[in-house]
């Protein structure tokens, strides 16, 4: 099937339920969500794989709307080029020299440059690009207040959360339940820190994905009857720099890192 021109063609597989457990209010939103790149197909929860592969035309990893990704990407590669780059850098705590924009990432360093050129110390991956470069265009630049509060709290989180439990907060306790390693290799890994138990959890890392935008997780184990259970936390500005469906890509990307360490000691690709 060709690539969509519009989000009515998208819109057109879906059941219209508007059943809302994508998140989204209606189908119709998340059909333009999925054609500006923001969401994907597979995430709507009433298509089978096989009207998904079917309309996209690839693969499970890939999605109809890469072209339009790739437009919005290139889109903020030019308004960054355009960008006073040492004036963002101050704003958002990052360093300028050379022409190029650089801050730390997870411990690994990202620059852009005055063309809106990305370099990095490692691969550059897909979930980080667009956060970052949504990060340096238009973060506040407010510093962190050390306040934590839920996704839900966050503004546009409350219906962003039910996809962000599935997508992000359960597979990650899946992992911590199995992998009791997991928060130690975060901290040595990601360039994270364990902290004072936080809201009475029996483990909590503060990782830097961006220099305002941290991110806590705390961990709960079984005890007496009651399952483990798993929550990621924000400090209260970050909403103010970076928005959600950024903090939201972010957030993914850390889970499926997470799943990728369990895997290189030896645990199931299901995980």
Same mark, same amino acid.
């Given at each position: 099937m060709p690539q969509p021109k519009n989000a009515m063609e998208i819109f057109r597989h879906l059941d219209k339920s508007n059943c809302r457990e994508c998140s989204e209010k209606t189908c119709l939103a998340f059909a333009g969500a999925v054609f500006?790149?923001?969401? %994907?197909?597979?995430?709507?929860?009433?298509?089978?794989?096989?009207?998904?592969?079917?309309?996209?035309?690839?693969?499970?990893?890939?999605?109809?709307?890469?072209?339009?990704?790739?437009? /919005?990407?290139?889109?903020? %590669?030019?308004?960054?080029?355009?960008l006073d780059l040492a004036a963002a850098a101050q704003r958002i705590g990052a360093r300028f020299s050379d022409g190029k924009l650089m801050l730390k990432i997870l411990g690994k360093s990202f620059s852009v440059d005055t063309k809106g050129n990305l370099y990095a110390d490692i691969h550059i991956n897909p979930w980080v690009v667009i956060p970052f470069l949504n990060y340096v265009l238009y973060a506040q630049g407010l510093p962190v207040t050390g306040n934590w509060i839920s996704l839900r709290e966050l503004q546009d989180g409350r219906e962003r959360y039910p996809l962000f439990k599935r997508r992000c907060e359960d597979?990650? %306790?899946?992992?911590?339940?199995? /992998?009791?390693?997991?928060?130690?290799?975060?901290?040595?890994?990601?360039?994270? &820190?364990?902290?004072? &138990?936080?809201?009475?959890?029996?483990?909590?890392?503060?990782? /830097?994905?961006?220099? %305002?935008?941290?991110?806590?997780?705390?961990?709960?184990s079984p005890e007496d009857g009651f399952e483990s259970s798993l929550n990621i936390f924000f400090d209260q500005i970050?909403? &103010?720099n970076l928005d959600i469906n950024s903090v939201f890509t972010l957030s993914l990307g850390l889970t499926q890192m997470f799943q990728k360490i369990a895997r290189r000691h030896g645990f199931p690709e299901d995980m």
């Open positions: 500006t790149g923001q969401r %994907k197909l597979d995430e709507c929860p009433q298509l089978d794989r096989e009207t998904i592969e079917r309309f996209s035309g690839e693969s499970e990893n890939q999605t109809a709307v890469e072209p339009e990704r790739g437009e /919005y990407l290139q889109y903020l %590669k030019n308004e960054t080029a355009n597979p990650m %306790k899946r992992v911590a339940d199995v /992998y009791t390693g997991l928060f130690d290799d975060m901290v040595h890994i990601l360039s994270g &820190k364990q902290v004072e &138990k936080q809201f009475e959890s029996d483990i909590a890392v503060v990782l /830097y994905p961006l220099p %305002k935008v941290p991110v806590m997780i705390c961990y709960w970050t909403d &103010k």
